[in-house]
């Protein structure tokens, strides 16, 4: 599995929130082990209608940094855990349409 740097995975998840109106106090951000046990057990996101990514990072510290630094200076929710794996998802009942008005849906990665 490729693994990405805290720079990369910061780049791509804020630019991910901006395609969807970039109110970042929407969104919560947690580390794990297994991104998406966290996503779709722990916390109920449902993989086709909630707005989520997850990426590797190079270390649990990596990932680490990656989630308080979005939480802190974008002021996402920060969700308690561990391990090497970043992920985030907009929380909320529905999930509208991406900001610039496209019906596309959203992307998910392929890791």
Same mark, same amino acid.
């Given at each position: 599995?490729?693994?990405?740097?805290?720079?990369?995975?910061?780049?791509?998840?804020?630019?991910?929130?901006?395609?969807?109106? @970039?109110?970042?106090?929407?969104?919560?951000?947690?580390?794990?082990?297994?991104?998406? /046990? !966290? &996503?779709? #057990? =722990?916390?109920?996101?449902?993989?086709?209608?909630?707005?989520?990514?997850?990426?590797?990072?190079?270390?649990?510290? @990596?990932?680490?940094?990656?989630?308080?630094?979005?939480?802190?200076?974008?002021?996402? /929710? !920060? &969700?308690? #855990? =561990?391990?090497?794996?970043?992920?985030?998802?907009?929380?909320?009942?529905?999930?509208?349409?991406?900001?610039?008005?496209?019906?596309?849906?959203?992307?998910?990665?392929?890791?």
């Amino acid at each position: 599995m490729t693994a990405y740097s805290v720079q990369q995975i910061k780049f791509e998840f804020i630019s991910y929130v901006k395609e969807f109106g @970039a109110d970042f106090s929407a969104w919560s951000v947690g580390v794990s082990e297994d991104a998406l /046990a !966290a &996503l779709f #057990g =722990e916390h109920g996101i449902d993989e086709a209608r909630d707005i989520w990514l997850w990426k590797p990072a190079v270390s649990p510290a @990596a990932a680490a940094m990656v989630r308080d630094w979005i939480c802190g200076r974008q002021g996402a /929710a !920060a &969700l308690p #855990g =561990e391990g090497r794996q970043v992920f985030l998802f907009r929380r909320g009942p529905e999930v509208g349409p991406p900001a610039d008005g496209s019906s596309r849906s959203p992307v998910r990665p392929a890791v």
